[in-house]
C-alpha cells in the first residue's frame, strides 16, 4: 500500500497534474495540503472518474486539506478537536485499519512574531489530540506539509537555515520531536539515514535547479506501522512540470 503527501498549492491550478501523477503513481491513499478551494468546488468528479474517494476542508485562497483515497473514508475529522481556528488545517479519516491524519502545520512567518507564537500553541494542540487518537487508533499515519525541517540533514545550507530562521528554529524542532515522542517515526529518515532529499524549493533565485531545498513535508508512521514499512522517499518529477507546485510529493509505503 502506498500513501503519499502533496501540497499542490492550489487545486484548482494543479489538478492536471494531481491526475497526471495518480495515474502514474497510483498510490492508495493521497493526503493533499493547500488546496485553496471552497467545499463546493473541490473536483470531486474527475477523482471518482480516476478511481479516488475524497474527503476535503477547504477554503478560499488559503489552506485546505483532503484525503483521497480508492476504498471510502469513514470517522473524518476535521480540525483539532478543542483548539479553536477557522484555518482548514487538519483532517483526519479512517481508512480500512488505518488511522490518516492529514496536517499543514502553520508556517510561522518569522522567529518571534505572533504567528510564530501562534505556530506553537498549534502545534502544542496538535500533540495533545493525537496522544488521544493514538489510544484508539494504533494504526496510524501522520503525514502533510509540516513546515518544519527536522534537522541539518533536511536543508541545503544548515548556516542559513539555522535557530534564527522560521522552519529550522529550535523551538519548532522541539516541537516537532514531542509529535516523535508519542511513537510516531519519520518514515523516510528511519529508511534513508544518511541522505538528503528535499520536497519544497522556493520558487525564487532558481531553487529548484539549484537544488536549494528542504525537507518539510513528512510521513510519520505510528509504532504498529513501524515494522511494516517498506520504502518512503520523495517524488521530485512533479516539480519539474510546467507551473508547478513548489513541493513535491513524499510517500511511503506499507507492506
Sequence with gaps: MKIASWNVNSLNVRLPHLEQWL?????DIVALQETKLEDEKFPDDPLIA???RSV??????????????????????????????????VLAAT???LRIVNLYVVNGQSVGSD????????????HDWLAQELATHPRMIVLGDFNIAPD???VHDPVVWNDAHILTSRAERDALQRLYSLGLHDAYRALNPDESQFSWWD???????????????????SEALRPHTAASGID?????WDRPSDHAPAWVELK
Aim: aromatic fraction near 10%; proline fraction near 4%.
Design 23 to 27: 495515474a502514474t503513481s497510483s498510490p
Design 115 to 126: 504567528k510564530y507564537a501562534y505556530k506553537l500553541r498549534w502545534l502544542e494542540a496538535v
Design 236 to 240: 521530485r518529477e512533479p516539480r519539474t
Design 203 to 221: 520558487y525564487r533565485q532558481g531553487g529548484f535547479r539549484r537544488n536549494l531545498g528542504l525537507r518539510i513535508d513528512l510521513t510519520l508512521v
Design 152 to 154: 541539518d540533514r533536511d
Design 50 to 52: 480516476m478511481g479516488y
Design 95 to 97: 481508512v480500512g485499519d
Design 56 to 89: 476535503f476542508a477547504g477554503q478560499k485562497t488559503y489552506n485546505g486539506v483532503a484525503v483521497l483515497s480508492r476504498e471510502r473514508a469513514s470517522d473524518v475529522q476535521i480540525g483539532v478537536p478543542g483548539f479553536a481556528d477557522e484555518q482548514k488545517r
